[in-house]
């Protein structure tokens, strides 16, 4: 997309991985969608209105607020502004800074481009179904999402939370219940990061979420795209159980149940022989039984040497080799 100037009055500047595209509003939003759809991470894009779209000239930001110090962002994607605008405005008098977008498309693009601490998200929107709006943002992000809805049917709770929403709340709802919801999962991401970086490294560990490339200690590790996508996600959640049905939704795209938790164990079992060859090892990847899977950091070696690939036997494999080797000494 980098590198395309579109032949209409420009607009907007919109900045993908370093490489601009200078765009009128409409192409700007198509753009946008795009790039969510191929998932591509928030942290890579970065979009400015031109101050005169006229002269087609200086940028400047336009998407996004800048807050003052410890002041969360809100996005309200609701299209009854009679229950929107009075939110709005409890919110605000709890000291949040508060955007309200009426429809689907328009939330995900915002959603996008603003980088909020939280969106509250209504599923009966017009455009686009909040379900799917929720679906198609958690492939490019963690942002903190409370859905709010008048369907209270056990199954579409069970849909909504498995399709990555972090809270269910149905209408009507009790004002104070709703704003201690808000706070806690405020607070529960605003010291991690909330938007997903396409580069994770720990020292040892080292993934491109936008390549799909693997590396354990300086080697790459062959991954399908499925042990890729479940290794990202554990990694990403340090010590967070993600549940199976997560798990499945957001490896799988599975969030409707379809699938089962053997899919899951196979997969795992799958990744940890791969690891079992690395440096790394496969403890990292831990079972929380009967609930899921989490990810506990390994210890960084003091010094590795990325040059040279790990032995075969190196992790469990290593211990079954000295176990048998031991019972054939003895025998």
């Known amino acids: 997309m980098g590198g395309l100037f579109c032949d209409r009055d420009v607009e907007f500047v919109l900045c993908v991985d370093g490489r601009e595209s200078r765009l009128c509003a409409k192409c700007h939003d198509v753009s946008l969608l795009y790039l969510i759809d191929h998932g591509v991470a928030a942290t890579l894009v970065d979009t400015r209105r031109v101050a005169n779209p006229s002269a087609g000239t200086t940028a400047v930001p336009a998407e996004r607020t800048q807050l003052k110090a410890n002041r ?40 996008y481009v603003q980088r909020p601490d939280l969106i509250l998200l209504d599923l009966g929107l017009p455009g686009l179904d909040g379900l799917e709006v929720l679906r198609r943002l958690r492939a490019v992000s963690d942002v903190p999402v409370i859905v709010l809805t008048a369907r209270t049917d056990e199954v579409d ?21 709703l704003m ?18 396409h580069v994770y490294d ?8 936008l390549q799909r490339e693997a590396c354990v200690a300086g080697v790459p590790v062959s991954l399908t795209t499925t042990e890729f996508r479940l290794l990202d996600l554990l990694v990403r959640h340090p010590g967070m159980v993600q ?17 089962s938790s053997a899919r899951v164990k196979f997969a795992v079992s799958r990744l940890r022989r791969k690891l079992d060859l690395t440096a790394m ?13 989490f990810f506990r950091p390994p210890a960084v070696p003091a010094a590795v040497d990325k040059k040279s690939p790990q032995p075969a036997s190196y ?12 019972r054939d000494r003895t025998s």
């Open 281 to 293: 090892g496969s403890a990292p990847i831990v079972s929380a039984r009967g609930l899921g899977y």
């Open 72 to 111: 969360s962002k809100i996005i309200l994607v609701e299209d009854d502004l009679g229950i929107a605008q009075p939110l709005c405005r409890a919110l605000v008098r709890e000291g949040y800074s508060v955007s309200i977008v009426g429809d689907g498309p328009s939330g995900l693009r915002q959603a």
């Open 157 to 177: 709770v069970i849909v909504g939370l498995t399709a990555g929403a972090d809270d269910y709340v149905c209408k009507p709802f009790r004002l104070a219940e």
């Open 315 to 326: 992790g469990h494999a290593d211990n079954v080799l000295n176990i048998l080797n031991a």
């Open 180 to 197: 201690a919801r808000i706070e806690r999962a405020v607070q529960r991401y605003r010291s991690t990061r909330r938007w997903t970086k």
């Open 243 to 259: 549940p199976l049905d997560k798990i499945l939704a957001r490896v799988w795209d599975d969030t409707v149940g379809n699938g």
């Open 202 to 209: 720990d020292g040892l560990l080292r993934l491109d979420s």
